[in-house]
């Protein structure tokens, strides 16, 4: 980890706060329970305990692996449905392929993401590739599930593959950290900076890698909220620095920056502090959730589990991709 690296020194700087900005200050912190997905594979629950409230526009999210497969050991998941909101998969190392029912899919390794907008009704899989199956390895990445809103609840799927080099690379002020902006922008006085993906609903997604020791401070949309979650290492968040560590949760309350630091001894095995910085624009409808469907009322996850038993969602193509189980 992580895969998506670059000369601090050659990237564009993040700007310090001016003297009116006002830092993020720490509503809570929770530590996700690990549990299991799909067909087996290790995850951290990493919203778990935290209210919808503070979490809105996101729904769901788990930190898959990190794990070092054993040969024969890798999971994904089998065909399942989605409706009514957006899934994101970002991989930090290992590989991971996709496929759905509208004719989305493709090789998610490495520092890439996939962007999947469930909308009116798919079928996905994920699944490791044959070959990581039979030579095992290592496997880390997210899962983010982000709302829809009511207007957008029923629009047509849609999928967009980002690779890794096409991520915005930003540097911290003390060029002691590197932030990927996958999603949304990140905005200073003198320029905005934004991620190749694109959102119904507004957000920012970005994943920072701080050394030892080192500061990120940056700038944050005062009408989005703020998440900071950790992925590897430890250090502190907030204006006057909540310890934080590996499997961990920040909530952030109002302001204009969100800052984070790490801690300057990290283990020998983690190098450095990994977040994952994500915020947006609270949409405030109800949110009702059935499995893996999210909408607005009882009446309409109703009709979204009659819709996939009748077939509705799309079919399974021909030949497709299948999950690997033990013979």
Do not use: C
């Amino acid at each position: 980890m992580p895969a998506v690296t670059a000369d601090t020194l050659t990237l564009p700087r993040l700007s310090g706060p001016s003297p009116s900005d006002t830092e993020r200050p720490v509503r809570s912190i929770t530590t996700g329970p690990s549990g299991f997905e799909g067909e087996g594979f290790p995850v951290v629950r990493a919203f778990a305990g935290v209210s919808a409230r503070d979490l809105d526009p996101f729904v769901h999210m788990d930190q898959m692996g990190e794990v070092d497969y054993q040969p024969g050991e890798p999971r994904g998941t089998d065909w399942h449905p989605h409706r009514g909101f957006e899934t994101v998969t970002y991989m930090i190392d290992g590989r991971f392929a996709h496929q759905d029912s509208h004719g989305g899919g493709g090789m998610i390794t490495d520092g890439a993401t996939q962007w999947m907008t469930a909308g009116a009704g798919i079928l996905h899989i994920e699944t490791p590739p044959a070959e990581l199956v039979e030579s095992g390895g290592l496997f880390h990445g997210i899962q983010l599930w982000v709302n829809l809103p009511k207007k957008h609840k029923f629009a047509a799927p849609r999928y967009q593959a980002i690779e890794g080099g096409q991520v915005r690379l930003l540097a911290s002020a003390d060029v002691g950290a590197l932030v990927r902006v996958i999603a949304g922008d990140i905005e200073t006085a003198a320029a905005r900076y934004s991620g190749p993906g694109a959102t119904y609903t507004p957000i920012t997604l970005a994943h920072a890698t701080i050394a030892p020791g080192a500061a990120l401070n940056l700038p944050w949309n005062r009408d989005f909220n703020a998440l900071v979650y950790v992925l590897s290492g430890r250090g502190a968040v907030g204006p006057v620095g909540h310890p934080i560590h590996q499997g961990q949760l920040a909530v952030l309350g109002p302001g204009d920056r969100v800052s984070v630091t790490a801690e300057p001894t990290q283990d020998s095995h983690r190098p450095a502090l990994e977040v994952l910085l994500l915020g947006g624009r609270p949409i405030r409808e109800p949110v009702f959730q059935y499995g893996p469907f999210v909408m607005n009322s009882k009446s309409e996850l109703i009709e979204a589990v009659e819709d996939f038993q009748a077939g509705r969602f799309g079919t399974v193509p021909p030949g497709a991709l299948m999950p690997h189980r033990p013979r």
